[in-house]
Nanobody, 115 residues
Framework: VQLQASGGGLVQPGGSLRLSCAAS????????MGWYRQAPGKQRELVAR???????DYADAVKGRSTISRDNASNTVYLQMNSLKPEDTAVYYC??????????WGQGTLVTVSS
């Protein structure tokens, strides 16, 4: 299984990014998937998740500013992030939800929100 996160970068406060997670060896449409992030000096945390049935939920820190979605045809999970804040700066990863597999974390994608 490989989960390749991409789409991060440097963005100014208030800006937007769309992160992508391309999955291979794992069918996202029949698995719950989550976006997680780890900021410098902090533990990794769940940001958003989507169930196999398509139900979504978000951490309070990003609720109202982020949307998780998936494209079953391309086996890709997305995280649209708007109104970005400096505290959103972190490495973002995708993995299964619940029970993320430690072997699936990959390199993640770095989001830096700074002026």
């Amino acid at each position: 299984v490989q989960l390749q996160a991409s789409g991060g970068g440097l963005v100014q406060p208030g800006g937007s990014l769309r992160l992508s997670c391309a999955a291979s060896g794992l069918t996202i449409g029949i698995n719950g998937m989550g976006w997680y992030r780890q900021a410098p000096g902090k533990q990794r945390e769940l940001v958003a998740r989507i169930t196999a049935a398509g139900n979504t939920d978000y951490a309070d820190a990003v609720k109202g500013r982020s949307t998780i979605s998936r494209d079953n045809a391309s086996n890709t999970v997305y995280l649209q992030m708007n109104s970005l804040k400096p505290e959103d700066t972190a490495v973002y990863y995708c993995n299964k939800w619940p029970n993320p597999n430690t072997l699936y974390w990959g390199q993640g994608t770095l989001v830096t929100v700074s002026s």
